[in-house]
């Protein structure tokens, strides 16, 4: 109960200590590239530093799943008869959800569509199929850090987009957010206390759509509205870390930009011609996607410098050289 209350606080009004993080980090890149893929994905890291995504060899494409650990690249090719993969997410554990699909058919213009998408557990070396009967097609986008929590979105018959969580400890399935064509909403991962973020959007008199950025208490099902980044219209909350750090990416009209902090603290991030991010994990890690202006885009793994962790050595350092001087006067 401590825990989940302490992540609600983290949620509401951000950490101290985070904030100041978030105002004034630096960040190491690493460019997740592919060899001749047209576009690379980087979209959740463990506390592990194991990283997964997805890329494809062209515009419109199945796409191949990968977790990335240490430099070394493993493709995952999902379950039986799946024509592609795409991955999420990674517990602290390792295990791996993301989606597969296996139909595909030809439009008039000779263009390649991917049909039945379902979800995936993949876990010690075997895959579980995740679908549910009232979505056609499902999209898992995340696992909490200890396993506990999925979410993902599956279509409706009439094309909707209905958000949903599923605890794995009860079998238990919440449907999230708005689920309409003129109010909808497009979710991330859950940290360890059950606490989602996302952003809806609701179609205006005049045509037009409105945004806003929320949390969503699996337990409850209460939302929170929360702040955006000033001076943008849309704001894309996508994953959260233990210490209350968000992670997502802003923008309209302008082009996306990643963001990470915490509401009102946020500090953007621009790579490429246009950034999205989408993970965080508790060292402060995060993993996105950077679009050239041509439409190709390579995955982004990012690494605060000096790391926290370092930081915290080095201030410790100067306090017991400092302790022993003044020992020494």
Not at 54 to 82: C, E, F, I, K, Q
Not at 297 to 319: D, F, I, N
Request: with cysteine.
């Amino acid at each position: 109960m401590l825990k989940r209350n302490l992540s609600r606080l983290a949620l509401g009004i951000g950490l101290a200590v985070a904030t100041g993080m978030a105002s004034a980090a630096d960040y190491k890149l690493t460019r997740i590239d592919v060899a001749g893929a047209y576009q690379v994905s980087a979209d959740d890291v463990n506390n592990h530093g194991q990283v997964v995504g997805s890329y494809g060899m062209r515009a419109n494409d199945a796409g191949r799943a990968y977790v990335y650990d240490g430099g070394v690249m493993t493709l995952l090719s999902g379950p039986a008869g799946a024509l592609g993969t795409s991955a999420g997410g990674i517990s602290d554990g390792g295990v791996i959800v993301g989606s597969y699909v296996t139909g595909s058919f030809v439009d008039s213009d000779g263009v390649t569509w991917f049909t039945n998408s379902k979800g995936f557990i993949y876990d010690g070396g075997q895959y579980q199929t995740i679908s549910l009967p009232w979505a056609e097609n499902i999209t898992l986008v995340g696992i909490s850090p200890n396993g506990r929590y999925l979410s993902g979105w599956g279509f409706l018959d009439d094309g909707v987009v209905q958000g949903f969580a599923i605890d794995r400890s009860t079998g238990a399935l919440t449907r999230v957010g708005d689920a309409g064509p003129d109010a909808y909403s497009l979710i991330g991962r859950a940290n360890d206390a059950g606490i989602l973020l996302g952003d809806r959007r609701i179609r205006n008199a005049d045509g037009s759509w409105s945004y806003s950025a929320f949390s969503f208490d699996v337990a409850t099902s209460q939302s929170t509205d929360l702040a955006g980044m000033a001076g943008s219209r849309r704001t894309a909350l996508r994953d959260v870390n233990a210490s209350g750090m968000l992670v997502g990416y802003h923008g309209l009209p302008d082009p996306y930009e990643g963001l990470v902090g915490t509401p009102g603290h946020y500090q953007s991030l621009h790579y490429g011609a246009m950034t999205a991010l989408r993970g965080i994990n508790d060292a402060g890690w995060l993993t996105g996607e950077a679009f050239n202006a041509d439409g190709t885009s390579y995955g982004l793994l990012l690494t605060p410098v000096p790391e926290p962790t370092t930081a915290a050595l080095c201030l410790g350092g100067l306090g017991v050289i400092v302790l022993r001087k003044r020992r020494r006067t």
